[in-house]
């Protein structure tokens, strides 16, 4: 099959389409649950403890799909700080996820100062350096 058909087709964790790849939604998942797993709002581990945790599978998941369309790392760094920003908010007593006023209360700098990968940035990084 050829990537720019239209539908496309996976292989090997990602899936090619109209000249572009990505990560298939099985592999997605995967990283989803494995996150999820990691950022129950009940662990009684701190930030930073948390955080160490979870940086080395989004580091080796970027590793090995770090050839990816640029939205797929965005929307996953969204996802992780929110399910971090809401044991944050579950510490303070409050309910829901980490939405709304909780991005002024603990920005995005908030968890860089504390460790945190981002797979956005390891992607514009990686481009800039790919561009020389």
Do not use: C
Not at 61 to 87: C, E, V
Not at 101 to 115: E, K, S, V, Y
């Amino acid at each position: 099959m050829e990537a720019t058909q239209p539908g496309g087709f996976d292989f090997l964790g990602y899936h090619f389409e109209g000249g572009l790849r990505w990560p298939r939604k099985k592999s997605l998942k995967k990283l989803k649950d494995k996150i999820r797993v990691l950022t129950k709002r009940t662990n009684g581990h701190s930030q930073p403890v948390i955080i160490s945790r979870v940086n080395p599978v989004t580091r080796g998941w970027f590793g090995y799909f770090k050839h990816s369309r640029t939205t797929t790392f965005t929307d996953l760094d969204k996802r992780i700080r929110m399910r971090l920003r809401s044991i944050l908010r579950k510490r303070r007593k409050l309910r829901g996820r980490g939405r709304g006023r909780d991005h002024q209360r603990w920005p995005n700098a908030f968890f860089a100062a504390q460790g945190m990968f981002s797979l956005a940035q390891a992607h514009a990084t990686l481009r800039q350096a790919s561009r020389r």
